[in-house]
């Protein structure tokens, strides 16, 4: 995917997850807890593309979330978090494809690991800046709890979310090409 396609791929991509994500899934929030399309949308362009555009990605989609109308924390938590994550995630993504061959789509089983690997990192970077900066959202005592109910959340819902994101991201845009069927050499007579 060319450099222009995939940007847009990116920005509808996010675009599309944070107004899910703050408009739908607040409706199915358990314990508190609302699964963060973003951050799953940031780990799924991470996995196919190089870990400079996922860091940028997830700083952008960060800065986003941190800027959405139900935010109540202190800006740039969310931008360092899915910052981390992009980076994180593209550098195994990336070295684990090194020896394989081709450009394609990860295993399934590549995608759900870094879904709940993705889910982790982000969280608890998150929450740790939280801690950091004294944020009286979540106390101390629950702040285990939200961690893990949040990547149990983001887990169930990388079993959709990945898979789309990366068919968006690894899918060629535009008319395919013919297939040309070779044809024998011609043999001239000697």
Do not use: C, K
Request: charged share 10%.
């Amino acid at each position: 995917m060319r450099g222009t396609q995939r940007l847009v791929a990116a920005l509808l991509t996010v675009v599309v997850a944070l107004l899910l994500q703050v408009t739908v899934f607040p409706h199915f929030a358990w314990n508190g807890v609302v699964p963060d399309l973003v951050l799953l949308a940031v780990v799924g362009a991470a996995l196919v593309t190089d870990p400079r555009f996922a860091t940028l990605l997830g700083f952008g989609a960060g800065l986003l979330l941190d800027l959405a109308p139900p935010a109540d924390h202190a800006a740039g938590r969310w931008a360092l978090a899915l910052l981390v994550v992009g980076y994180v995630v593209g550098r195994l993504a990336h070295d684990h494809s090194a020896p394989q061959s081709g450009g394609g789509r990860p295993p399934y089983s590549l995608m759900l690991a870094a879904g709940a690997g993705g889910a982790f990192v982000g969280t608890s970077v998150f929450a740790l800046s939280g801690l950091l900066l004294s944020d009286p959202a979540v106390g101390v005592g629950r702040l285990l709890e939200v961690v893990l109910t949040a990547v149990a959340y983001d887990t169930v819902a990388a079993l959709v979310v990945l898979p789309v994101t990366v068919w968006i991201f690894t899918r060629e845009p535009g008319p395919r090409p013919a297939q040309v069927t070779p044809r024998a050499p011609r043999r001239t007579p000697v």
